[in-house]
């Protein structure tokens, strides 16, 4: 977050999917609780990740060798859901930073 904050020309796309996908997980498992087609959202979303999860998985067997494989899918689930909420996290903790560019913490 501080790192778009502070050089917004530095982010590409890319690194917007992980929080994207924290935010849509979350909205899908809160609609589960108030409608019955946010069930349907949350197998959308969960379903697509792990599609796409277990893809770069097999992929990157098939590039580097199956060593690994089985830990691959944690491993990638770990990295999008600790960089999706971390910048999350840090644009509620940071939204009044824009454009700060001494990188002082000021006291909380």
Known sequence: MRVLQKHPKQMSIRQFIPPAFVFSLLISVLLTL?????WWLLLLVAGS???????????TGVI???????????????????YGFGFL????????????KTGKVPLL
């Open 34 to 38: 108030v409608t019955p087609w946010g």
């Open 49 to 59: 990740y792990l599609l796409a999860n277990l893809t770069a998985s097999i992929l």
């Open 64 to 82: 580097r060798g199956y060593k690994h494989f089985l830990l691959l899918p944690f491993t990638f689930l770990i990295i999008h859901l600790s």
């Open 89 to 100: 996290a840090g644009l509620i903790k940071f939204w009044n930073r824009w454009g700060d």
